[in-house]
């Protein structure tokens, strides 16, 4: 939390009107590629010299400018005056913080949301700023540093795999979103492990470590609940009211908007999960006082009396006739045994042995 | 919910254009009959070539596709070639994931649920995904696998029993839903009588196991409520939009969205009941602990001042005149004798025994 | 719960074409009684012959069928048949598990709802279904057992009191529904005084009982809530959207509306009371063992250091020259009376005694 | 709650056309003022007729009959027939149990309301309905019994101080309106006074009073939510469709509107505090109990091994060579000594001392 | 909350015609400024007189009239006279208890927010109401008392930095907005680093003193929800509504506003930790209780039956075989060493140690 938002900070007071990216990535190279197809065509190339862009803003064929990592931003900043992206638009591309949303512009449609995926070591949930603007015959990516999430959409453009190559700019965008989107699952799955693992080891034994545990599964939890909830309106916002979003792209669209609404719903199960974990833990911690108790108490009610018989036959007066009977230490033992018995009696009926 | 999600997770990265069976039933062979009917006539016949069914579709008469088992997807293919499905729609009827929904096309009006019932121990809750395609004169039905759910509704078609003969397709499609949403007092059911047995288990006895009930049915609820709640606003939406429901028809569904929030309402009361139970549990596992304290505090109270007493008498100091004195160790069991008395009527006081 | 249920699973599975009784009281007879009246006229029946009341649908002056008792069906289905009711009407009518609605029909407008008491021996609520049929100058009353509760009404039309007379069948059905929504108020106090005895009783002692008390109290408005809550909305519905009410009766449907509204809160407002005095069992359990814990710390922190002193005396060693000092012994007497009166006072100051 | 229902049960099975007076206040005389003013006239006096007021009905000026006191029924239905006030009006006038609202009528508009106020002991919340009817040239007010809350703008009245004698009947009721609500920031203080008393009081004690202290407020709390929360929209309804609004007065009730939003703002917050206070006294229970247990173990823990030591040397074996040592006595005590040295050491380490 | 409310009250019973400030900035001199700028032209004065502010009204270029200190009220009424404000527009600018609004008249627009900052310390919050009015060409601001946080936004007006110069007064207001709410992430920050390092103390050492902690962090949280939340839907109305707001900088707006949902959402997210830290509390008191009650338990245990042991070989029979033989002594030891032993190891299965 507290990183990010000091990334944030860096912008309090600032003037609307300098671009500075937010984000905690700190890859300085800037990879931008571009692929350009129509039904009949295919070409692909990587830019170093971002001008060499601006001659497809106006061609009939597709054109998909992706742009990997946001540290060089005058060369971000051309792209966005050539093709006329808003000043504001440009901002929400850096500041990494911000909600998924979609912004309908005269001549555009942009789109920003978090792309999700577990790490490496299969610990923890990165999330990554992807950007999207959707114009009439383009689609230009940013993604906060390289990956190859998009590889496979890539491979079908190049070999013309399915209708890809026949559809517009448009179904190129939802092909991208819907390969974000479905990554999702795998966090959803992800935490559909862990709170499975978190809740036999709470049920096996109410740890510390279990308790630190489900915090910070919440904790995750809540930090993707910020990047898929608002989403959900977001694709909703555009299968219904974006101008660059043809008919008949839109049911696929809603097909995209029905992923997410899965994954939340999936969301908002972990959260009733992880609450249902924090009773178990609770009422673990109880049970287990419950059974030290039982134990001093069983102990105790058992010595505590035949210390005390003890106790009296070690007292010193001089008129005690019992001390002198020839049987009475045996008759003694044989008492305290009984009581012992009684008691291991009584305890079995009360259910607590 | 993980195997499910395993499965669902094997559709990530597929790009849209592969239809893949999603569901967990292995069952390879698909079983299509048809049943075509009007006022007058009637036919029935099995399928074991999907062509045969091609031609009904023009037909006058109503007629009625019902698919058992999802792996042959060529067939379902081509069937959704012929009845012009939509690529999305077969997807939808694959992903045996799907929260229930009603997507309105061109020329037919699709809508997707589950199917709940009680395995045949009596122990858990099956669920299987049944789809439906409404068209003008037809009705495709599609089950994840073999059942006689539907054996009534065919029994009248083919005795011509009561007012089904008469209607359309669309009466027909109700008279389908309404037996699957029928189903589910069978599951609400199976919720009273659990819950019931559970609250009566945690009332007479609190234990660990009565805790991991109470967790195994609190997700049994969650995953029914994600079948049941979406459904309400399907079947609204059905009977206020769907341009393939007639006039006549609309107060029966009706009738059967009544019948999906009164299945809701009974869902939400379990959920309030199971939190309750969960209460009962705890405070229960509270007077539990309270009932051992009490033994201990009881024991120990009584016993402690007596043990000290003797204690007292057991000391060797040279000049203890009690020690002497003829009556003195009576005396002593005088005395403890009055205090065990007062300590029990102490206790009953305290209204502890 | 179940057995209402068991009764709503006998109708599984039968196609709608089936009228069924699924309410739960044996009540063999039915009793239909009519009411015919207009500013100058009335007229006042016992019907055995249910063709009897078919001419005073056309008559241009007001009727009241009354009928008490679900069990004779085919009566019900040629009254249905003639005053042309739905299908679907007459099987809500029979169906006693409904919950409460306002349906539209062409010629007529249908409500249903729970008619509430407390039974004879005022420890628990009673429950019946009534539902009433509104037509231009009819209203047919369906109760499920025999009752007094509408004799009010029957008085005051019967001796002219008041403006009933002059009024249509809209205003007849008004004073009905007005009179069953009166008798909620008797269930809202019932629940104020059992709640109260409730908190005094958990305040002075919580026993087990209490807890299972409370449990059934929320389970009893559990119930309850679920035959009020839809009513107000179905209510809002009859005062804004029926045609067959007249503007002049509005007024008083929105008096209803409010009454509704008002029991409406008052449920809310019993169901937070539930749950604190739920909080207050708890914290009792909780003061009643700090309580135990507190008897056998004082007691144990007492006698165990003077048991110990004692112990310590009573050693045998040969070479304690405590034992052979003249007044060792009441010095040691003296010393645990110091301790004992030092331990009440360090109690006293933590204000455990 | 008793008492108040048991006044509205009153009511049940009455058919409305009796007017019936259920609030508590006894007070049996009934006090009318009238006030008639203009910019340049004003006149005052005591109605002891009613029929006196009659005239000023159809005055020009602005006219404000004030009624103390709703036992004089008839005296009420005689100013109601003459300024054609409906039967329900009237009704809710007398039922104090009245939620607060605003009814729309042809030619007036009627609000109802609660006044609020702390008792003169300064230790209970006393509230009273109000009402309202605004016509064209008059505002007629009912209260439960005499008060001096509206002194001060008959004062402005009467001197001319401000604008009121300026503006309508429209801005009168704003001004008495305006004085309701703010008398409402009396009772908020009132509880910002006693919730922060109470958690003082928890965080230094917790005690079974506070427990019943915090169920009295709750109580409170929830029966004022009752009285302000429909009030909101009420005065938002009244400033938005009344037609007996100038436009003039539209951003006084606005302001009103604010006020009342602020209040139950307020309200809440209270209740989110009264929530945490309970959290605080829960915890200060489980924390009472852990110092109680601290005492117990450290007594225990430190003299129970000591007393073993000494019980093993009180033991009458024949051989038992330690006895017989010459310093085995003081050895002994340095023993002890040091257990409990170390006992305290480890407390220390642990945080228990 | 208690000095706050008491300010509101000393509004009670004054009719609206008073102005009164009602802050607690017992600042007494009132700094006015003024910045007259166009694309061409700057300047800059501190106005003494305010009737030097008045030419300004009607002049073309943009005006921005700011106010630190509201004590000096007859100014504010004259300047409020002059630019033609609404009385309740001043009474709201007065009252510092104002829920964040935006209100549109027919020449101005009126926004009232809180700024909200760390306090020097870096220990609390501190807020102030700030209010703007936006007219054609004009925007006054209105602080409680003197600050530099517009410092920033003078400096690039006087500089020309930027497009603000070129730009209307509703970007003026619309960069003041921003720099207010820009300040919030400050805040939001205070809050990160607060729980967190609350959390980690709670995890270490579960305190009374955390406890009081969480409510003080309550309690600050549900004062700046009361601030922020309403500024959701004010920013909105402003962007939506506002005629004075050009729609070239309605862009601008939705930014600030999606700034507000974002640190409302974040606000949200920090009263969900704090409720998962008072989970972390009360699980870490029931811990720390059940180490204490296993300590007790493991000696209690172990030692209780030694002592019996040692207390039945203290006994004084004369016929006690086992106390003549030779080794019974060190036989005795060696049976109570293997008892000690032997719990131990029961512990450690147990985990107990």
Redesign the interface.
């Given at each position: 939390?507290?990183p990010k938002?000091?990334k944030?900070?860096g912008?309090?007071?600032q003037?609307?009107?300098t671009l500075i990216y937010l984000g905690k990535h700190e890859q300085k190279s800037t990879r931008i590629s571009l692929i350009d197809y129509s039904p009949e065509e295919f070409s692909e190339q990587e830019i170093t010299n971002i001008e060499d862009c601006f001659p497809y803003k106006d061609k009939n064929t597709v054109t998909w400018i992706n742009i990997d990592g946001l540290n060089q931003i005058d060369t971000i900043e051309k792209l966005g005056n050539h093709f006329n992206l808003?000043y504001?638009l440009l901002?929400d591309v850096l500041n990494t913080?911000?909600?998924p949303?979609v912004?309908e512009y005269d001549d555009h449609t942009f789109l920003t949301l978090k792309m999700l995926g577990i790490s490496e070591d299969g610990n923890s949930i990165v999330s990554e700023q992807v950007s999207f603007v959707l114009g009439e015959n383009w689609v230009i990516s940013f993604q906060e540093f390289q990956g190859d999430i998009f590889n496979?959409?890539r491979e079908?453009i190049r070999e013309g795999?399915?209708?890809?190559r026949k559809m517009g700019s448009d179904y190129l965008l939802y092909?991208l979103l819907?390969?974000v989107v479905?990554?999702y699952?795998?966090v959803?799955?992800y935490f559909?492990?862990s709170t499975?693992a978190l809740?036999e080891q709470v049920?096996k034994?109410p740890e510390?470590e279990s308790?630190?545990e489900i915090?910070h599964m919440?904790?995750k939890l809540?930090d993707l609940r910020?990047a898929v909830r608002p989403l959900r309106e977001a694709v909703l916002q555009l299968e219904k009211e974006s101008k660059f979003i043809k008919n008949k792209t839109r049911?696929?669209l809603?097909?995209v908007y029905?992923h997410v609404?899965?994954v939340n719903?999936s969301m908002e199960?972990h959260r009733?999960?992880l609450a249902?974990i924090?009773?178990?833990?609770?009422?673990g911690?109880?049970?287990?006082?419950?059974e030290?108790?039982?134990?001093?108490?069983i102990?105790?009610?058992i010595?505590?009396?035949?210390?005390?018989i003890?106790?009296?036959?070690?007292?010193?007066?001089?008129?005690?006739p019992?001390?002198?009977?020839?049987?009475?230490?045996y008759g003694?033992w044989g008492l305290m045994i009984l009581i012992f018995i009684g008691m291991l009696f009584y305890f079995k009926k009360?259910?607590?042995l």
């Open positions: 939390m507290s938002s000091n944030a900070l912008k309090i007071g003037p609307p009107g808003h504001l901002e913080e911000h909600r949303k912004e496979k959409v079908r795999i399915g209708n890809i092909r819907d390969t479905d990554n699952y795998l959803t799955e559909s492990d499975q809740e049920l034994n510390k308790l630190v915090q919440k904790k809540s910020k049911p696929y809603r097909d029905e609404i899965h719903d199960n009733d999960i249902s924090m009773d178990l833990y609770m009422s911690v109880s049970n287990k006082m419950n030290v108790m039982k134990v001093l108490t102990i105790a009610t010595f505590i009396p035949l210390t005390f003890a106790g009296v036959y070690g007292m010193n007066f001089e008129h005690m019992e001390l002198h009977w020839k049987y009475s230490y003694i009360k259910d607590w």
